[in-house]
């Protein structure tokens, strides 16, 4: 069979995961050699490993121990050794009291984005957002993103429902389905994304044709 032909996004972000996987041998900063290991898993990779430390701060106190840190390490799957993991815990961890801000260390991790892109994401999170809840649900994206020319929908083979849920589905994680994307989400999603564009010019165009913005 044929190989479907590559579109530019998927090439760009196959040559970010290589080029994050060849500067995983250089790096011996343990807060670079995470984000890295995230690149070199995709887009999607920085927004995974959000969604578990978000999961586990089951208090909503925003800090997690050592205990709960080397846990969301391994159940990220990241290849990252137990002293590794202690070096990037005490890195975060300033004061030494035994407990860090995960929200601190995700911002940290998360690729840099300009102003210029950072108020796009946020502009097409806000437009989904039609609620003003900071969460947008499958209800949020009807009226938003248009199912009509969606070749699935005109042939019958799913629903309106259907195929808003797929969209939905781009910012899940395995680990962590619920039907929903928080703002922070979504901007560790597109932070991966933004990672393997180069032009700003590219990137504008890319999410201003995704969400309709103007």
Not at 35 to 64: N, T, V
Request: negative net charge; proline residues 2%.
């Amino acid at each position: 069979m044929a190989n479907r032909p590559r579109t530019a996004s998927t090439r760009n972000e196959e040559e970010m995961m290589a080029a994050a996987r060849r500067k995983l041998t250089q790096t011996t900063d343990p807060v670079e050699k995470l984000r890295l290991l995230c690149l070199s898993r995709g887009a999607s990779g920085i927004m995974g490993m959000g969604k578990i430390f978000r999961r586990m701060d089951d208090d909503g106190s925003h800090s997690l121990n050592m205990e709960e840190f080397s846990k969301g390490i391994v159940e990220t799957g990241l290849d990252l050794s137990e002293e590794e993991a202690e070096k990037l815990f005490n890195a975060f961890d300033k004061d030494g009291g035994g407990s860090i801000n995960y929200e601190e260390f995700l911002v940290a991790i998360r690729p840099k984005m300009n102003e210029t892109r950072m108020k796009l994401v946020e502009m097409a999170f806000d437009k989904m957002d039609k609620s003003g809840d900071g969460v947008v649900t499958v209800d949020d994206l009807k009226g938003v993103y248009t199912v009509t020319k969606h070749p699935k929908f005109l042939s019958g083979e799913m629903t309106e429902d259907q195929i808003l849920l797929t969209v939905i589905k781009k910012f899940e994680n395995n680990t962590s389905v619920d039907g929903k994307i928080t703002k922070d989400e979504f901007c560790d999603y597109y932070a991966g994304v933004s990672a393997s564009v180069d032009q700003d010019a590219y990137f504008d165009l890319m999410m201003r044709n995704a969400w309709g913005i103007k």
